[in-house]
């Protein structure tokens, strides 16, 4: 069973930054594909980036492009999402996920889910 932990919400002000870790456990070999979603009051869950064995790092959304950045440690079975110029639009709770093989926005198509960790961005 692969599991999922997020962690490093915050409150932060604007313009500031921030790192979101995942640390997956559970999944031993193969191709797999880790992304991370926010989902703010009200609005729909959002895929926000992506990194997998054959794709280095996929930042989805126009908005976080050149603010947010994918990476891991895999000696630590960790993912990280590093925020820079955090923006009050940003302030949701953040998932990451887990799916076999490559990356995708959708997130109907991951099979496990973390429980999030929450991001607040306000002065």
């Known amino acids: 069973q692969v599991q999922l932990v997020e962690s490093g919400g915050a409150l932060v002000q604007p313009g500031e930054s921030l790192r979101v870790s995942c640390e997956v456990s559970g999944f031993t070999s193969g191709y797999a594909a880790i992304g991370w979603f926010r989902q703010a009051p009200g609005k729909e869950r959002e895929g926000v980036s992506c990194i997998s064995r054959t794709e280095s790092g996929v930042v989805y959304p126009n908005f976080v492009k050149g603010r947010f950045t994918i990476f891991r440690d895999s000696a630590k079975s960790t993912v990280y999402l590093q925020m820079d110029n955090l923006r009050p639009e940003d302030t949701a709770v953040y998932y990451c996920?887990?799916?076999?093989?490559?990356?995708?926005?959708?997130?109907?198509?991951?099979?496990?889910w973390g429980r999030g960790t929450p991001v607040t961005v306000s002065s």
């Open positions: 996920a887990f799916r076999v093989e490559w990356c995708s926005s959708n997130p109907q198509d991951y099979d496990y």
